[in-house]
Structures are given as C-alpha cells and as structure tokens.
C-alpha cells in the first residue's frame, strides 16, 4: 500500500502538532509526504503533477490544522483545482476510483467540545463530511479520521503518543463497512 500525505499548513515553521507529525512520518519509506504550502509558495498548484501524484498512491491522507471548520485555503484549492470533471469524475473520470481517502487534523477544541453538547456542537465527523463526501464523488473509499485536539494543552507525552498513534492509523486504517 503507497500512501501519499498531502500536508497542508501555511506556518508549518511554528507548528507544534503537523511539524512533528510529518518528522516521523519522513522516517518511513511507505509514506510519501508532500507539503502543499512548500511545494507552491506561491499558491499556483501544478494540476498535472498532483494528478500523478495520486494516480501514482494507493491511499491519501489530507494533513491539516483544522481551520474555522474547513481547510486551510491551498487545500480548498487543491480540491477545486486537481479533482478535474473527466480526471476524477463525469464519464471518463476513473483515476480516483477505488483510491482511498482520509484526513488527518489537529484541533483546538477538545474533544467534549467536538459534541453536539459541546461548544463546537458538531463532532469532527460531521465537520469531515465534505471530504467524505468528496471522497464519496470521486468513487473512492473514505478512511476513518485521525485527530488531536485540545493542542493548546498538550505535553511533550501526548504529542509523542499521538504521532505514534498517527502512523499506526495510516498503515492500518480500514475503510468503513
Ligand atoms: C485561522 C485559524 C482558524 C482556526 N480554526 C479552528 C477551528 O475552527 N477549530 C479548532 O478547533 N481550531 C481552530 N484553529 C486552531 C488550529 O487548528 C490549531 O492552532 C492547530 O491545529 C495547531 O496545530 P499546529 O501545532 O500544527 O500549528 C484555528 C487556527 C487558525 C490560525
């Protein structure tokens, strides 16, 4: 199984959580990282090389800070841009099909507040619905997600445990039934 990280964090210099996540990750050979932000500073994503990318991938994982709910904007790009009609849909769109798909976030908010009693009211799973639903319209097969949250109140330990955790989930995750 190849597995291509999209990495998408517009300060991964003072980033705590994606920064160490993507330190261990480099360390394995089944895991290709490609950061977003590096590989286009200037935001101009090249669409033919993303889609060999994942042409070239087995399983995707989107890597992000949660932002306002959403993506950071390059990975919206991403999205608007490389999921081309004849490329990942529409009738001759089958590059993506039978790929599978995840993400990967950190988060503010703690995990009570990620309930629908909660600050936040909707749990990360709901918040991931566009990229499931994506997933979804591109025929792929969507992967449970990977998350850290409260990050303001993280020590050295759990930081250690969940970047662990973090690559045990991308080599073992398993499609929902
Ligand atoms: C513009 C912006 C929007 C954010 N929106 C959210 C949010 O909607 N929910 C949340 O829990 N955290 C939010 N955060 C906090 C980030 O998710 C958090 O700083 C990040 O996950 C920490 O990861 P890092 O150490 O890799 O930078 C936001 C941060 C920024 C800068």
Same mark, same amino acid.
């Given at each position: 199984?190849?597995?291509?990280?999209? $990495?998408t964090h517009?300060?991964?210099?003072i980033?705590?959580?994606?920064?160490?996540w993507?330190?261990e990750l480099?360390?394995?050979?089944? %895991?290709?990282v490609?950061?977003?932000?590096?590989?286009?500073?200037?935001?101009?994503?090249?669409v $033919?090389?993303?889609?060999?990318?994942?042409?070239?991938?087995? =399983?995707?994982?989107?890597?992000?800070?949660?932002?306002?709910?959403?993506?950071?904007?390059?990975?919206k790009?991403?999205?608007?841009?490389?999921?081309?009609y004849?490329?990942?849909?529409?009738?001759?769109?089958?590059?993506?099909?039978?790929?599978?798909?995840?993400a990967?976030?950190?988060?503010?908010?703690s995990?009570?507040s990620?309930?629908?009693?909660?600050?936040?009211?909707f749990?990360?799973?709901?918040?991931? =619905?566009?990229?499931? $639903?994506?997933?979804?319209? %591109?025929?792929?097969?969507?992967?449970?997600?990977f998350?850290?949250?409260?990050?303001?109140?993280?020590?050295?330990?759990?930081?250690?445990?969940?970047?662990?955790?973090?690559?045990?989930? %991308?080599?073992?995750?398993?499609?929902?039934?």
């Amino acid at each position: 199984m190849k597995t291509l990280v999209i $990495a998408t964090h517009p300060s991964i210099e003072i980033s705590r959580v994606n920064a160490a996540w993507l330190q261990e990750l480099r360390k394995h050979s089944d %895991i290709t990282v490609h950061e977003l932000y590096k590989a286009y500073p200037d935001e101009n994503i090249d669409v $033919a090389k993303e889609q060999q990318l994942i042409e070239a991938h087995d =399983r995707i994982i989107f890597q992000y800070p949660l932002f306002w709910y959403s993506t950071p904007m390059l990975l919206k790009k991403w999205f608007d841009s490389v999921l081309q009609y004849g490329w990942a849909y529409g009738p001759d769109g089958s590059k993506t099909a039978g790929k599978q798909f995840g993400a990967a976030i950190s988060t503010y908010g703690s995990e009570a507040s990620y309930q629908a009693e909660g600050a936040n009211r909707f749990t990360l799973e709901e918040i991931l =619905r566009p990229i499931e $639903a994506t997933t979804h319209f %591109i025929s792929g097969t969507y992967l449970p997600h990977f998350a850290l949250s409260d990050v303001s109140n993280l020590s050295d330990e759990r930081l250690a445990q969940s970047t662990a955790d973090y690559v045990h989930h %991308i080599q073992t995750a398993v499609p929902k039934a």
